[in-house]
Structures are given as structure tokens and as C-alpha cells.
């Protein structure tokens, strides 16, 4: 099983996900960790937002919605 991240769009960028090649929301998303997404890093289009972060955005949403 692969290491999952959570990722961010850089701002103004349209990332699509190799997979389903559907844009990376502005809110980010959940990814498996691959060379895709590593070179997305560390190209700069993208973002790792720590887990401590996820969740508490995560908990944050779910209060509002």
C-alpha cells in the first residue's frame, strides 16, 4: 500500500491527477504518493500540507457544512 499526502494546488495552477485527469481542488485532496506527484513537489505546483493540518481543516469543514 502506498503512503497517502494531502495536497495543495499552487495558486492560479490547474493540476490534474494522472488518473481520473480531473483538476486538484483549490482546497486540495488526498493523494497516493508516486513519481507524479513527487515531481508536481518539487517542480513547486503543488504543496504538501502537513497531517496536523488535514485534520484540523478537515474537522473545521465538517463543523460548517
Known sequence: MRE???????AGY???D???KNPLPAEGME???SSYWV????SGDVSV????????ARS????EG
Open 4 to 10: 497517502k499526502i494531502f495536497l495543495v494546488p499552487r
Open 14 to 16: 490547474i493540476v490534474r
Open 18 to 20: 494522472p488518473e481520473t
Open 31 to 33: 493523494v497516493e504518493r
Open 39 to 42: 515531481r508536481r513537489i518539487l
Open 49 to 56: 500540507v502537513p497531517a496536523s493540518k488535514t485534520k484540523t
Open 60 to 63: 473545521k469543514t465538517k463543523k
